[in-house]
């Protein structure tokens, strides 16, 4: 296991996990709105924000599958070593990481189960940026309407469709996170 | 003047210390030691062990002098101190078979190999109030027999071996925990065995007996109950074996149940089966029948809706601590909800005065 | 302050853990009811001890802390669970709802509007709208999933029959964004009309139930009701004797053994507010001394 692995951790877990958790209960229950959060120094092409979300909300009994360039030996043995969550394939993933393109399929996740949709994975994509710009969000969560940089709009249309199944987003760029619940609407030109 | 209900925080304060004072009683009269309650009321120990779902005689002694003998109020501390407990591993599955059993008895033969061993019992005394306890007397020391040399073999293995009794399948699957998981229903067996073990032993008791009376009745022989020591074994992987990390006290009942047939199956006698923590003969027979009822879908048999066949019934009804939890908090302030049915009942009882003066 | 015996917040980080993530599901499918490992905890099921697990896993150490049991914070249960966050997170507590940022509670929704930055957490009995229609577990999930609530609206409707209105008058079923039917918690019904459009968050706990349900702000939260029947968000006709405010709710105290009675706002808050602004009801001394 290499030096990288043993770093970049939570250096206080509790009170760490505990604002990264609010940031993102934020992020989630008002979809658009951009947070920071701070604690994890993850391996790339793990941004800060995903590298805490992850160490918040993963450990030994939520399966995460890493996609794409994210599938590599520094990610792999830091998230072995700091939260202990067994690496799976698309299909039986609680959290997936990864940039978008590396994500599609959405059809590989699991949406949940009509009984049980809260069963559904949660996807964090790795952006470059994350502004409050084009696509067009409404709905639980959001006043008005609200804006995100979303890397495209059809794939989350067909997300909503299947409500109150569906998958769930949270956005990380650098330390900043947005989220998308199944729950929101979405419209208008992507960007990016 | 009204003046608002002030001053929780003193009131809770001061409860505490009356309660404290209250605990300890005359205190012309010797207190009571944690080392006494554990040897010398073991079966109330055992009770808060198994309810508890907590193997610690030391601090199931203590939870029953913190609770001043209330054993549902002692099991809660316990469980809200399990809580707290890292999971540093599980154990591999005790061997029942390699027990040291202190009580041996089997209803369904007259003899049988390893012997039966009736043990530290309370059947055949006569339950006459022995005044002589009041007095401090020395116990004279109990007749001893050297131990018995290897494994007892378990009485459905004998039945097993003629076919006579369903078999029971070996399955090295985790079981689940519903300490860990949400309890989802249907259960599968395990999770219904782990329910029951550490459910109220008067709700298993009284489900148990209504199966005898008729509401889902089984028929139970008990085939064997025994009680005894075994060892606690966990794989240590740097190790790659296992080692002995101790040892606990179990009762285990199996019961030998009227057979059942259908046509691809002849007749057999079937299961139930009890497992409980320390000496607690009273619950592991009362587990096992209750567990034989539950197991009415598998075994093809008719719901003939008695309780104990009731699942969902039993499983979400059998935890003490839920029950009293929920039972005793309708004395917390309910004045706002009783408050808006004051409202509604006042209001529908003018417009139903009102209509009938009408009619008048 | 904190007691260094116990993890910060009580609860270990797994435990944590699986409830934020129990939490974030509930929002993303507002009204749903998540099942969660829900631990024991050293009060009593039946006490609160969804609504302390879900705030443990919230709070953070500059969180202010308000705890309401039937709209007071002076309750004994209040006192207990308020202590309980200050002896295991060092949080600051306040009795002002403007103040907090965390507020669990018991049976109400605070009279001030509540506003975002801010969690409401309920603590909820009995999770199940449909509980006392149907007990069984696996038919009321089976009902939810295919949306089938009729068996609700013919409860409602048999009310109407009997006593011509809805005799429902807390803990009265909402449909949260045209989707799932969802209990508010034993809430009186006076209180319906703020779950919905709410600029705060709320959370929702059942921890012997071990559910865990939310409604994010801004969500449509829609009481039951009929055309004919329309809902209605009642309280006792009167003003607070203390305080005068004639929007609040209101308890009733029995004074004395020959009838007499008066009523003062449940929120104590919200009342001792309107009194330092000088505000006067029935029963109030002349002066404030």
Known sequence: MTGIALGGGFSHPPEQAARAFRAVLEAVSRPGTIWTVEGAVPPAPLTVAAGTVLLTLADGTAPVHLAGDAD????????TFHIG????????AMFAVGRWQDLLPLGRFHPGDPDYPDRAATLIVLMNDLTNAGARLTGPGIKDAARLSLPEIAAFQRNAVQFPLGLDFIFT???RVAALPRSTKVEGAACM | MYVAVKGGERAIDNAHAWLAEERRGDPGVAELGVA???EQLALAVNRVMAEGSLFDPDLAALAIKQARGDLIEAVFLIRAYRTTLPRLGASNPVDTGAMAVDRRVSATFKDLPGGQILGPTFDYTHRLLDFKLAAEAAVPEAATAPALAGPV????????RDGLIEGAERSDATPPDL??????LPADRALRLQAITRGDEGFVLSMAYSTQRGYGRTHAFVGELRIGRVAVEMDIPELGFAIEIGEVELTECETVNQFKGSKTEPPQFTRGYGLVFGQSERKAIAMSLVDRALRWKELGEDDTGAPAQDEEFVLMHCDNIQATGFL???????YVDFQSELELVRRLRAEAMAVQEAAE | MTDQAYNFAYLDEQTKRMIRRAILKGLAVPGYQVPFASREMPMPYGWGTGGVQVTAACLTPEDVLKVIDQGADDTTNAVSIRKFFQRTAGVRVTESTGEASVIQTRHRIPEAPLREGQILVYQVPIPEPLRFLEPREAETRKMHELEEYGLMHVKLYEDIARHGEIATSYAYPVKVEGRYVMDPSPIPKFDNPKLGDCPAIQLFGAGREQRIYAVPPYTQVVSLDFDDHPFVASKAPHDCDLCGADESYLDEVIIDDAGGRMFVCSDTDFCAGRQ?????GRLSPAEVV
């Open chain 1, 173 to 175: 760029a650098g330390d």
């Open chain 2, 328 to 334: 005793e908090h309708i004395k917390l302030p309910h």
């Open chain 2, 179 to 184: 300490t860990r998981e949400p309890m989802e």
């Open chain 2, 36 to 38: 006494q309650i554990r």
């Open chain 3, 276 to 280: 330092a602004a000088g505000h006067r």
């Open chain 2, 153 to 160: 073999p378990h009485v459905t293995g004998f039945l097993n």
């Open chain 1, 72 to 79: 590599c030996q520094p990610v792999r043995d830091w998230i």
């Open chain 1, 85 to 92: 969550a067994p690496l799976v394939g698309a299909e039986g």
